[in-house]
């Protein structure tokens, strides 16, 4: 749907007295369209003293077009030109303090695994205060550091939390450019798996995520890695599959290689083969809810293969709880929510997602910061993120991730249905100032389909561009 608003804001003649009035000007964000998924342009790359995640930092960038610079004026210095003189690539040391308008860059990576007490906070400052005013538009800002959950020493599990807070509000500051930032906690033992959420977190395949925590955790990387077609060789299968971001999610999979299973309600039968027909994928007429959904399904991919999962079938059914019917909450449960446990189960008692398999599952902003008139829609969604973090570690015995997006406002039929005035607060109520898109949900899934994204689970990822609403 046209962003109306995006297009007088930022117009020839209009776009000058948006500026003065201080209203908001959204960036057109840069999406992937082909070819690699790395970043490309310029680079900066800094660290805190100390701090041990920089090797595997540059490992990441080794194939990608980039022209890197770190800082040499600060107190890391030494340690950054050892790390760069033990790699192949090459890079420019610069000083933060001299450099013009010019000096554009295009992500900014810093590793903050080091920073230990309170007092080396000032690290944060030292290395960002000048090189923030750097950035280019839709740029990428990510910071490094370790899970203050797996730290003994308390000081130390104090700063690398205040991480969170520092990235949130920065992502807050640079938002209006287009840019964004994440941070990764990366658990100690899993160095080597930190490659693949980095090179998505810096592309452009990220767009519309901010503001986000990754948290990066053991595993194992199982088979050849493709990295222009990372699922070749891979069935999925994706519910709700017919439209809308059901539709994006097939699309995408499709794309990255993989042989995709359709599956919605036998109403939207036509709509849903014609997807399936395009993708030269499969289709699966059932309802979910329905008592013989999950045999149907088992007996599906138990003659052929299933790698990845994406449960994205959903409804909403609003009203206030005092209105609420008991069909308006005990449906929407069962679709959001039990079905998608039904078929799990299913599919995991028989071993028929294979091992090194991927669940993944879609929750919504709705059910972190709750919203009037869905008690029953925030329940079911709060809900599937506590799945997603309970079932991590026994899936993670079976070599298999689950983890989970949290959609906010998207652009889809159903959102342009919305009155005029709600829609417009729906898309500006966020540091991007504009609603995402269909592909923006399916890219954060496709990467959480990855072989390469084996230390990724249990994670929940906002794709809201920042929503001004919810932790």
Partial sequence: MTDTYAKIANGKWTSALFKKLNLPQPVTLTRFSHGPDLISGRLLIGAATNSDLIKPILETFHDAELAISYPNSTPELANLNDQFNNTPLSATPISLNAMNKSDQFNGIVFDASGIKTSQQLSALHRFFQPAIKQLSKCSRVIVLGRPSEHLKDVSYATVQRSLEGFCRSLAKEIGKNGSTCQLMYVQAGSESLLNAPLRFLTSTKSAYISAQVINVKPGTIHGTVNLTKPLQGKTALVTGASRGIGAAIAETLARDGAHVICLDIPALKPDLEKIAHRLKGST????????????????????????????????????????????????????????????????????????????????????????????????????????????????????????????????????????????????????????????????????????????????????????????
């Fill in 284 to 471: 699966i007429v059932a309802d979910i809810t329905s008592d013989d959904a999950p045999t149907v399904i088992a007996e599906f991919v138990r003659e052929t293969s299933l790698d990845i999962i994406v449960h994205n079938a959903g409804v909403t059914k609003d009203k206030t709880l005092a209105r609420m019917t008991n069909n308006h909450w005990d449906v929407l449960m069962d679709i959001n929510l039990s079905a998608m446990e039904r078929i799990n189960e299913r599919l995991l008692s028989e071993n028929l997602l294979s091992q090194y398999g991927r669940i993944i599952c879609v929750s919504s902003m709705s059910g972190i910061a709750g919203n009037f008139g869905q008690t029953n829609y925030a329940t079911s969604k709060a809900a599937v993120i506590g799945y997603v973090d309970a079932m991590q570690k026994p899936l993670a015995e079976k070599n298999i991730t689950i983890n989970a997006v949290a959609p906010g406002f998207i652009e889809t039929k159903m959102t342009a249905a919305i009155p005029f005035t709600v829609r417009e607060a729906g898309r500006r109520m966020n540091s991007l100032k504009q609603g995402g898109k269909p592909i923006d949900v399916a890219e954060a899934i496709a990467f959480f389909a990855q072989p390469q994204a084996a230390g990724v689970t249990g994670n929940t990822i906002r794709i809201c561009g920042q929503s001004l609403i919810g932790a």
